[in-house]
């Protein structure tokens, strides 16, 4: 079983930083993949970055080089730096553990980022 919980998420202003971070208290295999996705109102959800438990880490354009996704195998977690952020960058951000021997996803409930200009 999967349960994931993020939290860090809030309200900056435009160039700020927030850390999100995804706990998951059950069980993750070696194989799993762990990243962030978002949705923004009127837009489909998309991927923000995801990373491998051997640290092979994929990002979207949009954020290449200001934002940073880590994974600490040994407490199940992974997070997100989120620096330099745009108004654009305001969505609800939901963890994700993608299962690929089962074909199965598995989200958390979401946390809101709003960035002000």
């Known amino acids: 079983q999967v349960r994931l919980v993020e939290s860090g ?12 971070s995804c706990a998951n208290s059950g069980i993750i295999f070696s194989t799993d ?25 994929n990002y979207a354009e949009s954020v290449k080089g200001r934002f940073t996704i880590s994974r600490d195998n040994a407490k199940n977690t992974v997070y997100l730096q989120m620096n330099s952020l745009k108004p654009e960058d305001t969505a609800v ?16 409930q979401g946390t809101q980022v709003t960035v002000s200009s």
């Open 9 to 20: 998420g809030g309200l900056v202003q435009a160039g700020g930083s927030l850390r999100l």
């Open 33 to 57: 993949t762990m990243g962030w996705y978002r949705q923004a109102p009127g837009k489909q959800r998309e991927l923000v970055a995801a990373i491998t438990s051997g640290g092979i880490t």
């Open 93 to 108: 951000y939901y963890c994700n553990v993608r299962r690929a021997w089962l074909n199965s996803d598995y989200w958390g």
